[in-house]
């Protein structure tokens, strides 16, 4: 599955923005989906995930009960609700995809497909 993230951009501190990753193939439906993020001089980390059917979320502790993940199956797409923004979230954002579990995002294994990445800024 190939997959084409967009929707970042530049906001201030306490604002939200919604990232899109849109993904080619009809199998889609089948894989765990999820984003990671790498912000300036670090390593890319996880940040959220979602099972194949959408029932199961898991987050970094960094963004729970901000960001919200979420997926429409019948558009191949995954989101990224990302809210109370702060500038420590500073980043490129890249979405990814499994065919195993979407615990295997969490641990960063098995990932056999990213997108490009797109870029959040945020200001204080």
């Known amino acids: 599955v190939q997959l084409q993230a967009f929707g970042g951009g530049s906001v201030q501190a306490g604002g939200s923005l919604r990232l899109s990753c849109a993904a080619s193939?009809?199998?889609?439906?089948?894989?765990?989906t999820g984003w990671f993020r790498q912000a300036p001089g670090k390593e890319r980390e996880f940040v959220a995930a979602i099972n194949w059917g959408g029932g199961t979320t898991y987050y970094a502790d960094s963004v729970k009960g901000r960001f919200i993940v979420s997926r429409d199956n019948g558009k191949n797409t995954v989101y990224l609700q990302m809210n109370s923004l702060k500038p420590e979230d500073t980043a490129v954002y890249y979405c990814a995809a499994t065919s195993g579990n979407a615990r295997n995002l969490v641990a960063g294994i098995g990932i056999c497909c990213w997108g490009q990445g797109t870029l959040v800024t945020v200001s204080s």
């Open positions: 193939g009809r199998t889609f439906s089948s894989y765990a």
